[in-house]
């Protein structure tokens, strides 16, 4: 890929603003992720309406530069050099919630948690379970994140996205296909809003599954800084399970330690670098291969500085 002119990139995202859009350069991104790992982004864009998403994607189209959405950084592993990249963030508009009786209409950089609350607060059911999950709901639906039996996907009607073409699309949900731990949604498309519906239900129900869901939360993953579950559960079997079958819980590389808590989770105790977590997972990984005959695949998004999922298999990112 030739050298993108980021000057010219600039100039043109900063002739945006009246469109809700904007632009810093050099953002660091440690500390808008759940890793607390990470470099600077060249650029990050601030976005609070459609059509600020719309210039963005238009003008890194244009100039041929990578882009990709940052929700709550939940599930990322930002390269120690950071990202050569444009950044978008959601906020304004498209982070904002409306209820109409049973439905909610939110925006894409919505936290999570907010929908929740908003739902339990109104009596629906359908995503109590999913409060302690560290997302936007864009984040959330791009991954089709779920627990204790709840999926986001189970409760989306429709998703507006924009896509690499600058088209915007309303895409209905049985259009939508996904997954454990994946949805067409977060491939080369922002979901700037999305509509939900939920099913009336009693508060004390509502509360005892809350409960319930929090209390299991809490033994299962550590309180220090992760990204969640580093690697997908294999058909049929845990991931954990098999890790700690291995000897992984306590493993370390530099800042980064297998957690002793749960063995899917690798933890920042202070200092980490992406590169001492692309060893871990590379030995973690490793070890299940030769032990079990079974190849990990990735549930956190490992990043390569020009901002794309890496494409390199989970054993060889050292
Ligand atoms: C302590 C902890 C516990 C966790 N528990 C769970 C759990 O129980 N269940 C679970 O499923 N996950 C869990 N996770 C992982 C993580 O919270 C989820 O994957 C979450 O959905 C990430 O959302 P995010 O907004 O932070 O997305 P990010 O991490 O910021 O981004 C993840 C991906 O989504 C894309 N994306 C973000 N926003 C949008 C958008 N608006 N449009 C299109 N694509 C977008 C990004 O480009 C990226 O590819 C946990 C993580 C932590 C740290």
């Given at each position: 890929m030739p050298t993108a002119d980021w000057g010219a990139v600039l100039a043109r995202l900063g002739s945006s603003r009246g469109a809700g859009l904007e632009v810093s350069e050099g953002v660091p991104l440690a500390g808008r992720t759940t890793f607390k790992i990470g470099g600077p982004a060249r650029v990050v864009a601030r976005c609070r309406s459609r059509e600020a998403v719309l210039a963005c994607l238009a003008t890194c189209g244009e100039a041929g530069v990578p882009w990709l959405v940052l929700g709550l950084g939940g599930n990322v592993l930002v390269p120690d050099a950071g990202l050569d990249a444009v950044v978008l963030v959601l906020e304004g508009e498209l982070a904002g919630l409306e209820r109409r009786g049973p439905r909610f209409l939110v925006g894409g950089g919505l936290p999570l948690a907010k929908l929740v609350r908003a739902a339990v607060d109104a009596s629906l059911a359908g995503v109590e379970c999913l409060g302690g999950i560290p997302a936007t709901v864009g984040g959330a639906l791009a991954g089709n994140a779920g627990a204790y039996g709840q999926?986001?996907?189970?409760?989306?009607d429709w998703a507006e996205v924009v896509d690499g073409e600058g088209q915007v699309r309303r895409m209905e949900r049985w259009e939508i296909e996904g997954g454990y731990r994946w949805s067409v949604l977060g491939t080369g498309r922002v979901v700037t809003t999305a509509e939900f519906v939920l099913v009336p239900e009693r508060p004390e129900v509502l509360a005892e599954r809350v409960r319930l869901a929090r209390e299991r939360r809490r033994a299962a993953i550590p309180p220090e800084p992760s990204a969640g579950s580093i690697f997908r559960n294999p058909p049929g079997d845990h991931a954990g399970r098999l890790l700690e079958l291995v000897g992984c819980k306590g493993l370390r590389r530099g800042g980064a330690m297998v957690s002793q808590q749960h063995a899917n989770v690798i933890v920042n105790l202070g200092g980490a670098s992406a590169a001492d977590v692309r060893e871990l997972i590379a030995e973690m990984a490793r070890r299940v291969r030769e032990r079990f005959d079974v190849v990990l695949e990735l549930e956190v998004k490992v990043l390569e500085p020009d901002g794309s999922v890496t494409a390199r298999p989970p054993h060889d990112l050292a």
């Open positions: 999926e986001i996907l189970d409760v989306l």
